[in-house]
């Protein structure tokens, strides 16, 4: 069983502008089991970057953007507080907060199914000195 690999945010500087950076929709209904990977790098002295994962749920129509992703176009989208971070012994969470150079892992529980998933990174305190750089990497088995 082979794992796919899916980048969501590919290294978005997070600073003055923009000072949050969503990602598109990915369909993730084949996956059996899925892990996140969040890659922050902190320049200056920005307060922090929050990652959100989120789901659809009601959606009924699909449209492609302008890159030619296919994502729900309707429905409402959700953070997912089931996160498990490194290590899965900590509570269940919707979002991680970075406030320095770091990377982490989060898992989701298993028998967890969605058909969308997206991610959103939120910075507070950034300034065009004063900045995030933020990865998020979906990997996923069948």
């Known amino acids: 069983?082979?794992?796919?690999?899916?980048?969501?945010?590919?290294?978005?500087?997070?600073?003055?502008?923009?000072?949050?950076?969503?990602?598109?929709?990915?369909?993730?209904?084949?996956?059996?089991?899925?892990?996140l990977a969040l890659n922050t790098t902190k320049t200056g002295a920005p307060t922090n970057v929050t990652y959100t994962v989120e789901s659809n749920i009601g959606a009924t129509k699909l449209a492609t953007d302008a890159d030619g992703n296919v994502g729900p176009s309707d429905g409402t989208a959700v953070a997912l507080d089931v996160l498990l971070a490194t290590g899965g012994s900590d509570a269940p969470v919707a979002s991680v907060v970075a406030t320095a150079t770091a990377a982490a892992w989060l898992?989701?529980?298993?028998?967890?199914?969605?058909?969308?998933?997206?991610?959103?990174?939120?910075?507070?305190?950034?300034?065009?000195?004063?900045?995030?750089?933020?990865?998020?990497?979906?990997?996923?088995?069948?």
């Open 107 to 142: 898992t989701f529980p298993p028998g967890f199914v969605t058909k969308w998933l997206r991610v959103k990174a939120v910075g507070a305190g950034t300034t065009g000195a004063a900045y995030f750089d933020c990865t998020a990497v979906l990997f996923g088995q069948g």
């Open 1 to 35: 069983m082979g794992t796919e690999t899916v980048t969501l945010i590919n290294a978005v500087r997070i600073d003055d502008s923009p000072t949050s950076y969503t990602s598109r929709w990915v369909d993730v209904g084949g996956f059996g089991k899925m892990s």
